[in-house]
């Protein structure tokens, strides 16, 4: 059965479309009542992501309530480091937080390239959305860039300085590279079960992207990225490399068919390099904080500077949890408004 509403999959090949196709990074979550009415059952985040039947429920609810042109599946881009033997904990308010995190070789000699159906929760929550969806949107399915997978096992959560994560470039490259490796089997492993189960699409976050020097960027995480991109040629890649700006040159030769702009990037410049990639983006989440006439404006300032560049309306970032989904809204139809042709 083909797909009702393929915009995305259209835009991300660089074919032209009768409108430009919008979602938004974090679009199933807490800016969602219906979400947090979901969430507030359960025990916690974790429970939401390994139980199938509710996943698909809130992957849906954007789809829903936005009427956005893709849905996102709701996982987390950690289950990787769990699969491969990291635990980690959701905690309330704060974020992802690892008991135990990787500090030496002997750490790594406990950890293990994952068999794929490990993750098996995920991809049956694919195949459930799909059917619910039945065909109305394309799903994406995603994975974090191995780089940002690394640093979250490193450093054990967030952080501002990500210090222990490139001190050990500097420290003890060649078991970054060991770590970086196991991570980026994984990853295509899981990716092509994501695919296997329906997802249309691919998106890989590398988050932590800019936190590093150019000459790292290119050698720890755009080496593993460009790996993954070879590795998968069943659906459309997108690459969202946040604060990478200095990379834009490399990631044109990706084998991947869209790339995802932050707010920090330029469109009009940033198509000049990326010529032969759909763009996606690139909207300040903040902007949503404005008025309602202020962030129809902004939006059509940022729709001329794609113009005539195969574009996927974005934010250049994840959507903030304490944004008005009547704002969010106002985005979305925005773009539909102000694209159509
Ligand atoms: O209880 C909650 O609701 C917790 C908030 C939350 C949500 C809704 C977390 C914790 N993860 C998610 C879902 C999620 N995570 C999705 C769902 C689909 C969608 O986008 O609608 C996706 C794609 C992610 C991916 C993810 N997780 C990234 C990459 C994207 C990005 O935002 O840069 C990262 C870095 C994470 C780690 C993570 N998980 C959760 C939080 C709060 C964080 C970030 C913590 C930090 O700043 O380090």
């Given at each position: 059965m083909s797909l009702k509403n393929d915009l995305l999959l259209r835009a991300a090949r660089g074919e032209s479309t009768d409108r430009t196709p919008v979602w938004l990074?974090?679009?199933?979550?807490?800016?969602?009542p219906e979400y947090r009415a979901v969430r507030e059952k359960l025990s916690g985040f974790k429970e939401l992501v390994e139980t199938p039947e509710l996943a698909a429920e809130v992957t849906i609810q954007p789809v829903d309530i936005l009427e956005v042109d893709a849905a996102i599946i709701f996982s987390d881009i950690l289950v990787i480091p769990e699969a491969m033997g990291l635990t980690y904990e959701m905690i309330e308010k704060k974020g992802p937080h690892f008991p135990k995190t990787i500090k030496s070789s002997s750490d790594i000699d406990t950890l293990k390239v994952a068999d794929p159906s490990e993750l098996s929760y995920v991809y049956d929550a694919i195949k459930l959305t799909k059917s619910e969806l039945n065909n109305r949107v394309p799903l994406i399915g995603f994975a974090g860039a191995p780089w940002t997978i690394f640093s979250y096992m490193v450093e054990g959560g967030g952080s501002k300085t990500f210090s222990k994560a490139r001190g050990m470039l500097y420290t003890n490259p060649s078991d970054a590279h060991r770590l970086l490796d196991m991570i980026t089997n994984t990853t295509i492993g899981y990716l092509k079960s994501q695919i296997a189960a329906g997802a249309d699409l691919i998106q890989i976050f590398d988050s932590w992207a800019g936190v590093l020097p150019p000459n790292h960027y290119w050698e720890f995480s755009l080496k593993y990225i460009s790996e993954i991109c070879d590795a998968i040629d069943e659906v459309p890649i997108t690459v969202f490399a946040k604060g990478a700006w200095f990379a834009l040159k490399e990631m044109n030769d990706l084998n991947c068919n869209t790339i995802g702009l932050d707010w920090n990037m330029d469109p009009l410049k940033t198509r000049e390099v990326l010529n032969s990639k759909t763009l996606q983006g690139n909207l300040d989440p903040c902007a949503l904080y404005s008025s309602f006439d202020e962030i129809e404006k902004e939006t059509k300032k940022m729709l001329d500077q794609f113009e005539g560049h195969p574009h996927i309306a974005n934010l250049g970032h994840g959507v903030y949890p304490d944004t008005d989904p009547e704002k969010v809204k106002c985005f979305i139809n925005s773009v539909r408004e102000f694209s159509s042709r």
């Open positions: 990074m974090r679009q199933a979550g807490r800016i969602l």
